[in-house]
């Protein structure tokens, strides 16, 4: 349901033409469908999109897919995807950026390992990017560039292709970089005991001794 905004023309390649807005809409959903499917390489492939609030598919897009790609916003949207990936054993790759600042990582589909989840990041409230974006034009600050959305885009990029071919170096971590100064930190991410998802089998049955009359 998420549309194009002409902020947004600066950052995106798949940004409608005015032929193309005039012919799909400005949504995005189904703009980014059409531009891939225009670039595509394969003869018989397919793109599939839906102008929705992903929740209201059910698990589907989640049981049809072979990898989760988070390319959203909003900290509880992120959220949200990370726990059903987690649920039908998806790997999880998302990336971000703020002006020169990005992040990429990578959590693998296995319960043992740490999850996007695991970081404890704060999932309440909602995000409008126009709110934000005139927030920071009024402290005069840049809220995103081009290359930085690029350069998250390439580490995104490369964690998917890498996972197909079963190189996955950024599995369970998480890197941070500026730009301006070409530097980037991987950090290892560990299991959090307050994890929304479930990381360890269950525990097996253990018998408690109660009176016939006590209580539970």
Same mark, same amino acid.
């Given at each position: 349901?998420?549309?194009?905004?002409?902020?947004?023309?600066?950052?995106?390649?798949?940004?409608?033409?005015?032929?193309?807005?005039?012919?799909?809409?400005?949504?995005? $959903?189904?703009?980014?469908?059409?531009?891939?499917?225009?670039?595509?390489?394969? %003869?018989?492939?397919?793109?599939?999109?839906?102008?929705?609030?992903?929740?209201?598919?059910?698990?589907a897009p989640?049981?049809?897919? &072979?990898?989760?790609?988070?390319?959203?916003? &909003?900290?509880? %949207?992120?959220?949200?995807?990370?726990?059903?990936?987690?649920?039908?054993?998806?790997?999880?790759?998302?990336?971000? @950026?703020?002006?020169?600042?990005?992040?990429?990582?990578? @959590?693998?589909?296995?319960?043992?390992?740490?999850?996007?989840?695991?970081?404890?990041?704060?999932?309440?409230?909602?995000?409008?990017?126009?709110?934000?974006a005139k927030?920071?034009?009024?402290?005069?600050?840049?809220?995103?560039?081009?290359?930085?959305? $690029?350069?998250?885009?390439?580490?995104?990029?490369? $964690?998917?292709?890498?996972?197909?071919?079963?190189? $996955?170096?950024?599995?369970?971590?998480?890197?941070?970089?500026?730009?301006?100064?070409?530097?980037?930190r991987p950090?290892?991410?560990?299991?959090?005991?307050?994890?929304?998802?479930?990381?360890?089998?269950?525990?097996?049955?253990?018998?408690?001794?109660?009176?016939?009359?006590?209580?539970?």
């Open positions: 349901f998420d549309e194009f905004e002409p902020h947004n023309a600066t950052r995106s390649p798949m940004f409608p033409s005015p032929a193309e807005a005039a012919e799909l809409g400005s949504g995005k $959903a189904v703009n980014v469908a059409a531009a891939a499917r225009r670039r595509s390489t394969c %003869a018989t492939g397919s793109t599939w999109f839906a102008s929705t609030p992903i929740q209201e598919l059910a698990d989640f049981s049809w897919c &072979n990898v989760v790609i988070s390319a959203v916003d &909003n900290p509880r %949207a992120r959220s949200y995807l990370a726990q059903r990936a987690r649920l039908w054993e998806r790997p999880f790759i998302e990336g971000g @950026f703020a002006a020169q600042r990005i992040s990429a990582s990578l @959590f693998g589909p296995d319960p043992e390992e740490a999850c996007w989840c695991c970081e404890g990041i704060e999932t309440e409230g909602t995000f409008s990017c126009a709110r934000y927030a920071a034009e009024a402290v005069g600050t840049i809220p995103a560039l081009q290359t930085g959305a $690029a350069a998250a885009a390439a580490l995104v990029s490369e $964690a998917t292709l890498g996972w197909f071919h079963n190189v $996955a170096p950024l599995r369970g971590r998480r890197v941070f970089g500026d730009i301006s100064v070409g530097a980037a950090l290892d991410v560990g299991i959090s005991a307050n994890c929304v998802n479930a990381h360890q089998p269950w525990e097996a049955e253990v018998s408690i001794g109660i009176p016939a009359l006590g209580t539970l």
